[in-house]
């Protein structure tokens, strides 16, 4: 197994300097794991509208989200123009798209210490229309990585009755996501996917009020699993599969095989934790994607 990667052909200013104490995650170490994981994760965030997470000291200091194109990013940064919601008025978005969806871009916003890439759920080309429906399943603390578990296999199977297949993503955190794609071109604007999820979580809640939760209430959170179902309408996003989380120890927002958190599965007690620092011991997985099927998943949802 190799013991270094390969650096990207760009220039850092200060590529030394550590991002994240706990891990010793340094910015160049940062470019050169965007730069190797970019042929699995652009395919999920290029061609949408983007929003990054900065954090020019690492996650212990201020971080903050920028979305729109401005003089502070590196050269070759693409831009899409996308209406306001109230005002109707274009603005600049980021986003990588034909010539900047390239590894060497990528990497190269490793320079503003970019921790987290968020992309839109619908693509540049049809903004209106997401093709992606995410359910983010977020709990308190308390709870064991099994009952999280369930939880997602609780919706898999739900969705399943409705001929949806489903994907799924750890956060990089303490929840999954649950991902439904809709290909090969979806129908169903916005506010019809929201009403759709806010609908699909309500009946979760309402057949088990005890374990889950689908108000934005952390005081009624304690020993319940939070359904965001909020990732579901226009200008939300939601973090990117293989993104870093801005938060000690850098962690990234994994991919997984539904079998790996099946009874038998790795995971099926023991939360996954897989980081930027140690990227080259699970390298390997790449070699085979979870998520190589969501492309070719032809399925659409019905507004009934």
Same mark, same amino acid.
């Given at each position: 197994m190799a013991t270094k990667l390969e650096h990207p052909p760009i220039r850092l200013t200060h590529p030394d300097k550590i991002l994240d104490a706990a891990s010793g995650l340094t910015k160049q170490a940062l470019a050169d794991y965007y730069y190797a994981v970019a042929p699995f994760m652009l395919p999920h965030i290029a061609g949408r509208p983007l929003s990054i997470v900065r954090c020019p000291d690492g996650p212990a200091r201020q971080c903050f989200f920028q979305k729109h194109v401005n003089a502070t990013l590196p050269p070759g940064i693409g831009t899409v123009m996308v209406a306001d919601k109230k005002t109707r008025t274009p603005e600049p978005y980021i986003t990588l798209s034909g010539d900047s969806a390239k590894p060497t871009i990528l990497a190269s916003l490793a320079q503003l210490g970019m921790l987290e890439v968020h992309p839109w759920g619908s693509c540049n080309n049809d903004l209106e229309h997401p093709d992606r429906l995410i359910f983010d399943l977020d709990p308190d603390e308390s709870l064991p990585w099994s009952t999280v578990v369930a939880a997602a296999h609780e919706l898999r199977d739900r969705l399943k009755k409705l001929k949806l297949t489903s +994907?799924?993503?750890?956060?990089?955190?303490?929840? /999954?996501?649950?991902?439904v794609p809709f290909t090969p071109s979806p129908k169903l604007a916005w506010p019809e996917v929201k009403d759709f999820a806010?609908?699909?979580v309500l009946a979760v809640e309402r057949d088990h009020p005890a374990l889950y939760l689908t108000k934005m209430s952390k005081a009624? !959170?304690?020993g319940k699993i939070y359904l965001d179902y909020l990732r579901n309408e226009r200008g939300a996003t939601a973090v990117a599969p293989y993104s870093p989380r801005a938060r000690a120890g850098v962690h990234?927002?994994? #991919?997984?095989? @539904?079998?790996?958190?099946? #009874?038998?599965?790795? +995971?099926?007690?023991? &939360? #996954?934790? +897989?980081?930027?620092?140690?990227? /080259?011991? @699970? &390298?390997? !997985?790449?070699?085979?994607?979870? @998520?190589?099927? /969501?492309?070719?998943?032809?399925?659409?949802?019905?507004?009934?």
């Open positions: +994907f799924l993503k750890t956060t990089g955190g303490k929840g /999954l996501h649950v991902v806010h609908k699909f009624a !959170r304690a990234v927002s994994m #991919p997984l095989a @539904w079998s790996e958190i099946a #009874p038998s599965g790795h +995971f099926a007690t023991t &939360r #996954p934790a +897989f980081s930027v620092a140690n990227f /080259l011991s @699970w &390298r390997p !997985r790449l070699k085979k994607d979870p @998520w190589k099927a /969501l492309p070719e998943t032809n399925q659409q949802l019905n507004e009934s």
